[in-house]
């Protein structure tokens, strides 16, 4: 015994890989999900009055201060240089769109969206999302199924991290961050932005471009992403309303995955993996879930009543599908309290049997991937949503 514990001491304090991860159900703690429909100083929440002017504020900021950090604010003005040519085969324009931000009288670099939008076609809804593609390469590669997706009337487009908020621990303030943070280095401080927060701020500086884009009808916009990406996205669709479906593949811990399960990657796992994800204050949290002022149930019903999609693969222990699964579920009561019908589903589906409420939830085989069986579900549910309401 005692051997055990002085062996788990070292291995914690040599950070990195912390302990085994927890793949057995059974060994599951158990825990008590803090009341979405409870605020704060324990007043019940019985109307979708008191979640607005109440409980979501409240929540969104919560997870700004205890998770992700807050946000930089919105760039006085922009600056947009698009440049568009002719693609695939003439059934598409790649459109690149470098935005710059204007302070004062100082130019700040900032991102590139690269888009395809339908040959022919004004006002299309668009799916947005960091990584979607390779955009260094000619054409987006097979697995991308980018002609689909431009087939049934939607355009695509990307960011990549690397030009705004580099993915690493060292480097992520070297894009816009250094004009907000000058001069810091180090993990984020308590509330900082941390790199899933910035690439959140993002997407909203994507979605103030595609207002002025009259290709894209900016009330339909979907945001979607893959693992960390997917944690990007659930956090830009809650803190930005104007992304009218959201969508989470595979996104797992700080994403869809319930944090208090501890089931495969844990806070103390990503917090010393990837210091540089989230802000300061999360790391209060390490092995100590249970103190969590949120869970990631939370971040789902912050995007109600809109359309959320929240996806796990068999394989994919690490980001915990059941968690994911039971987020999803537990994010429900908001979405009835707002007048829809939230997750059709009290238990989780078989394999590749998705259920599409107004949340959708799918556990598809195989391994941790955007695959094509996933996009074939986001079109289908981003279709549904979107003729129902013409
Ligand atoms: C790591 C990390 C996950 C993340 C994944 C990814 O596995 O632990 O939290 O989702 O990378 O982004 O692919």
């Known amino acids: ?40 100083d324990a007043r019940p929440v019985k109307s979708a009055t008191m979640w607005r002017a109440t409980r979501r504020p409240e929540l969104l900021d919560l997870f700004a201060t205890q998770v992700y950090g807050r946000r930089m604010t919105k760039p006085a003005a922009a600056r947009y240089e698009v440049t568009e040519t002719s693609a695939l085969e003439g059934t598409a324009r790649r459109k690149q769109v470098n935005v710059d931000f204007v302070a004062g009288d100082k130019t700040i670099p900032g991102l590139t969206i690269t888009m395809y939008v339908p040959a022919g076609r004004r006002a299309v809804p668009a799916f947005v999302g960091l990584h979607l593609f390779d955009t260094s390469a000619k054409e987006p590669k097979p697995a991308m199924p980018i002609e689909a997706i431009l087939q049934r009337g939607y355009a695509i487009a990307t960011l990549n991290a690397s030009d705004f908020c580099p993915d690493d621990k060292d480097r992520f303030r070297e894009g ?21 927060a910035t690439w959140a701020w993002g997407l909203s500086r994507a979605m103030d471009y595609f207002e002025t884009d009259a290709d894209i009808d900016a009330n339909r916009v979907a945001v979607i992403g893959h693992s960390r990406m997917g944690k990007t996205a659930l956090w830009a669709g809650a803190e930005d309303e104007r992304f009218a479906i959201v969508i989470s ?27 540089h994800w989230f802000c300061g204050n999360f790391r209060q949290y390490n092995d100590k879930e249970d103190t969590l002022p949120v869970d990631q149930h939370m971040l789902i019903a912050l995007i109600a009543p809109r359309p959320v999609y929240v996806a796990s693969a068999e394989e994919d222990r690490w980001a915990d599908p059941r968690g994911e699964f039971l987020a999803a579920f537990h994010a429900s009561p908001v979405y009835h309290l707002l007048g829809t019908d939230g997750l059709p589903a009290d238990e989780m589906p ?14 598809r085989a195989g391994e941790h991937d955007l695959a094509r069986y996933d996009w074939e579900q986001y079109l289908h549910f981003a279709d549904r949503q979107w003729k129902q309401e013409k």
């Open 249 to 275: 593949n595979e996104s797992g811990c700080g994403g869809a995955a319930l944090s208090r399960r501890q089931f495969g990657e844990t806070v103390r796992a990503i917090n010393d993996r990837f210091p």
């Open 176 to 196: 816009v961050l250094a004009h907000d943070y000058p001069g810091r280095n180090g993990p984020p401080g308590p509330e900082e932005p941390g790199a899933i």
């Open 1 to 40: 015994m005692v051997c055990v514990a002085i062996a788990y001491g070292v291995f914690s304090l040599s950070t990195a890989d912390s302990a085994e991860p927890n793949y057995d159900e059974s060994r599951v703690p158990a825990y008590t999900l803090p009341d979405l429909l409870v605020t704060q």
């Open 350 to 363: 078989p394999i590749d049997n998705p259920v599409h409420g107004t949340i959708a939830y799918h556990i």
